[in-house]
């Protein structure tokens, strides 16, 4: 199956099935905007859990944090998100779309035969549109230039070719120069409707400088200028001393946070991949500046290691360094994590140095003090790698910590987990039909329990069954459907569940239940007080290989 055909029925599954939903479908849909259904949600949370669970639960410096979304001005002022969270923007002046300038459609240049003249085709919707479009070329755009059409497709008849000739060099003609466009969206926490005032203002202010209305306009909003925050890290770095303080952490120590964050993207893409309202697992770990290169390292080999141990297919999984003019403004050094996705490689995590940049800007803006004072500095017992130490003081120092983050999106570690287990299995003489072999630990069902048949004599049983697996957090659900169990099974398959037990005329007997599993098939006997150690076993068992 295509690519293309296979990520299609992935979504299809993901609508069906209760993971994935448009939002607000009924009222036509919100581009960009999913909800997740009951199944979406479990693995959501799996996801995040396993996350938590490693980076929290497994270590004694790593403390969790949960901050506000709505973020005042004066904080992401003091980030440098106000001035330079920004992507370029261009308009195409014919469609109105607008473009990332490296996102935007290629020219399609239809070369005359041996001559360096041609005509660049421009496809429209319809006729009537190709008609209107022939018009605002011949009239606003190309005054004087040759314009045909043929039913849908514009040609604008060109001498030649050249990249000068249709600047900016994009790959579309008619499109604005590029403009910075700030990512954050703003709101006003305000009770009175602040378009009020600016209008007021503006009337009263009557000048023709539209410089000067965007700054009158600025000032009267500045008071109740607030804005999601674009990513939970600014959360955890203006509570670094209530931390530090609270739990009397010392350094090395983390600061996990997971939670939404906004970003008014210009281009959304493939479904939940790039969407203005997504959830990030982002961890900040604070390091003495001689450590953090050996931090960065870790760090960077930590969370492959948690990639690699939750993916089927392994190869699908790379690192890449950024290039220095690629790298985000606080940024020292990152690694992105990518996965190869359907249409090609996609970032799904970032490990980065941020220096101690954000630390120090809002010491600058506030006056708080983040230095921390080492009496006798060390290079931190649990920190195998030794050999990128940089020279380690021998006095006291006073420092502004050096932070080194991961940051990873749920959404897309959601997609890429789904695509990574999305399995087309054919069966001589059957249907084709889809497993989804999701790792035990995201599965949104753990466990479906199943009487043969519907004997009430099976119910006791099914009920000891699924309350012992409940009692232990494991999300378990009771199939009694009067389907054939085989079907059942594949029901199940569907959705990732790993295990289904069944209670049948020999659990009457002897109190044991067949467990079958879903990625061999095979079905074994277990008594049934064996149950839930078995499948935590199975789920847990080998969690959190140790890093050399
Ligand atoms: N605090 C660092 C930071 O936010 P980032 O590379 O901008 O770094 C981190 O974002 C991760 O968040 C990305 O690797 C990606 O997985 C996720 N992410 C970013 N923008 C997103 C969007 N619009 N939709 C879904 N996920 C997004």
Redesign the pocket.
Known sequence: MAQAQRFRALLDLCKRRGFLFQSAEIHGGLRGAYDYGPLGVELKKNIAQSWWRRNVYFRDNVVGIDTSIVTPHNVLKASGHVDEFTDALVDCLLTKERFRPDKAPPINFKQDKGQSSGKISIISPDKETAKLWEQKIQNELAPGAVVTRQGKEVLLHVKEMTTTTYEPATNSPFLTDERPFNLMFKTFLDPIDPIDRVIKTTIENDTSDARTIRDQVDNVLRPSTVYLRP?T?QGVFINFNQVMRTMKTKLPFGIAQMGK?F?N?IRLEHA?????E?E?L?LEYFTAPWESSAWFQYWQKDRLAWWLEHANNKADIRTRNHEADEM?HYAKGCM?VEYKFPWGWG????V?NRGNYDLTQHMKATGENFEVLEDKPIVSSHLKETALITSVPQEPTRFVPTVI?S???L??ALLAFLCDAFQQVQEPGKESRTVLKLHPRFAPVKCAIMPLTGNAEFQPYVEKVARSLRRQGLYTVIEAQKLRIGKRYYRHDEIGTPFCITVDHQTLEDQTVTIRDRDTAEQHRIPITDVSSIINEKIWGDEAPELE
């Open positions: 990513e890290a964050s970003r993207e939940i991949f790039r969407t203005p997504f990030q982002e985000a992105d970032e799904v995590e970032g980065a983050e940051s990873c999106g959404n897309r």
